[in-house]
């Protein structure tokens, strides 16, 4: 027993922590492997919306920054599917926080219902309470993508 616990604590030991990158407010880069964070959108990084006082500011920026501030010490990412990019699908945690749940939770993203309706509840809360995107004014994410697209097209 004692010989097991030993070898175990040496690998310990030597585990190397992943390197963990926010790449926007819902994807992570992790050790090169790329993951979506499932049943949630945040604003594209690009992407701007209005305070309660009609006052311009960078959400998309800052849904990247707080993920970034989540996973710093740390993620546990369990993958659920693979999206037709080829990216991990996954849900987070870092230590006992569920990553995905509390971006929406904190105003910082909107329950991606279509693909998983278990974060529907944190966003009526996030509403209820004008936390982050939910205190102003903003375009949904999937919108804000689709004109996006759309602009671009028409520049061809």
Known sequence: MKKFLFIAGCLWCFAARAEVTAVDGDS????GRRVRLEG???PEYNQSCYDAEGRLYECGQKAKEALADMVKNGVDCRKQTTDI???DVSICYAGRVNVNQQLVR???AVAYTHYYAGFAGDEQEARREKKG???GR???PDLYRALEADKAQRKR
């Open 106 to 108: 904190d105003g910082l």
């Open 40 to 42: 949630i959108d945040a």
């Open 28 to 31: 992570l880069l992790i050790d």
């Open 85 to 87: 990019y080829g990216r």
């Open 138 to 140: 903003f375009i949904r």
């Open 133 to 135: 995107i939910w205190g």
